[in-house]
C-alpha cells in the first residue's frame, strides 16, 4: 500500500507565495517521476508540471517562471513551490508518483494524494 499526502495549502493574497508538500509513504521500492495537477470545479484536472527521478522538470505554460518544482528523494517527497500568485490559481492541487511498490516485481504504478485547496484572493 503506498499512500500520498499533500500540505501546505490555504489562502494567499495575490502576489504572494505558497509551499506544497507531498510525502509518499508505504511499500515503495523506487519512485520515478513524480508532479502536481490542479482542478477547479466543473474544470478537468489539468497538469501544472513534473519532475523526473533525475530532476529534470516541466510546467504548464500558465505557471512557468512563478512555480518552481524540486523533490528530496531521501524523503520521497516533491515540493511545489508557488510565488507571484494569481486569482486564477485559485484550485485543489494533487499530487502524483510513479512508484514501483515492494514486492510486486518491477510493475509501475501512478498514486495520488487527495489535495490540497489552494485560495488565491484578496
Known amino acids: 500500500q503506498v499512500q500520498l499526502v499533500e500540505s501546505g495549502g490555504g489562502l494567499v493574497q495575490p502576489g504572494g507565495s505558497l509551499r506544497l508538500s507531498c510525502a509518499a509513504s508505504?511499500?515503495?521500492?523506487?519512485?520515478?517521476?513524480m508532479g502536481w495537477y490542479r482542478q477547479v470545479p466543473g474544470k478537468q484536472r489539468e497538469l501544472v508540471g513534473g519532475?523526473?527521478?533525475?530532476?529534470?522538470?516541466n510546467y504548464a505554460g500558465s505557471v512557468k517562471g512563478r512555480f518552481t518544482i524540486s523533490r528530496d528523494n531521501a524523503k520521497n517527497t516533491v515540493y511545489l513551490q508557488m510565488n507571484s500568485l494569481k486569482p486564477e490559481d485559485t484550485a485543489v492541487y494533487y499530487c502524483?508518483?510513479?512508484?514501483?511498490?515492494?514486492?510486486?516485481?518491477?510493475?509501475?504504478?501512478?498514486?495520488w494524494g487527495r489535495g490540497t485547496q489552494v485560495t488565491v484572493s484578496s
Open positions: 519532475i523526473t527521478s533525475g530532476n529534470s522538470t
Open positions: 508505504g511499500s515503495i521500492f523506487s519512485i520515478n517521476a
Open positions: 502524483n508518483a510513479d512508484v514501483i511498490p515492494t514486492g510486486m516485481g518491477r510493475l509501475q504504478y501512478r498514486y
